[in-house]
């Protein structure tokens, strides 16, 4: 899609905020057109184990409420002046308010039951459990053989990546399958916010946010305030925001818009994927034999898929 010259050239003359808006809604509107959804995905998967890494170190010094009402808040504060929360909740029908209040209800209990469950049990058995649901929603929407296949490659990559190892620790599993069964929630009202949309999709992740925002405020806000006082603590915990609700939700919802909801449910068989590559990247992590067989698995059962038209 190409934007004519007079289009940029008529909004940086500042003939308006209207043409400028245009303008630049004509820019995104071309580039997401042009990026495959896979590679929005893969934004998020990147970003979707950096931010919980961070977190974790943050526990000590913040608490682990402190570090999920910092997350929100960030991420509440960053979407408020570009979605208007406010405009989006006044002019939606009934039906979207609902939509909004659950997200919003939803990502504010799951990223705190995600932090609890972390608290308590390694990454990789939360990431396991999380897991399990996403390969649900992938089930029920096979449509052919090849897909079933491709559904299998990728499962079977994920337990070569992932080193389960079950816990005793019934309160920190407890956390993790609400995180689970949060995080399948939030697929399916994710993909609904996308149903008009990245652009929608995006503002209503916005007001969904203020929303869970207003649900965490009391709950966090005593150890988020006083590690506030520490201007590295203040600034790590906007970093958690920013990499783990800002970027990869952003990135969601750009993939959601074009991926039905059964690809989008089997392509998260990628995050442990990532994280395997990440790890190596960055932290000298050098991947086994196994790590790589699983990798080789989880990446082809993604390239089999063949994804269908987004319903």
Known sequence: MNIPKKTYEYAFKGSGNLAYILAMNSIARSLFIRIPPH???IGSAVFHYLGPSFAVLLFPAVGVLGVAWFRIATAALIFAPVTRPDRIWR?????????????GVCLAVMNCSFYLALDRLPLSLVAAIEFVGTVGLALVGLRTWRNAIALLLTVLGVLVLIDIRWSSD???LAWAFLNGALFVLYIMLGHRAAAAGAGQGIGRLGAAMAIAFVIVLPIGFAQAFAASAVPALLLAGIGVGICSSVIPYICDQLAMARLPLASFAMMLALLPATATVI???VLDQIPSASDLVGIALVMGGVALHRTAARG
């Open 39 to 41: 590679t929005w995905f």
């Open 170 to 172: 019934l309160v920190g």
């Open 91 to 103: 002019r939606a029908g009934w039906p979207e308010r609902r939509l909004l209040i659950a997200l």
């Open 279 to 281: 790890g190596a990247v």
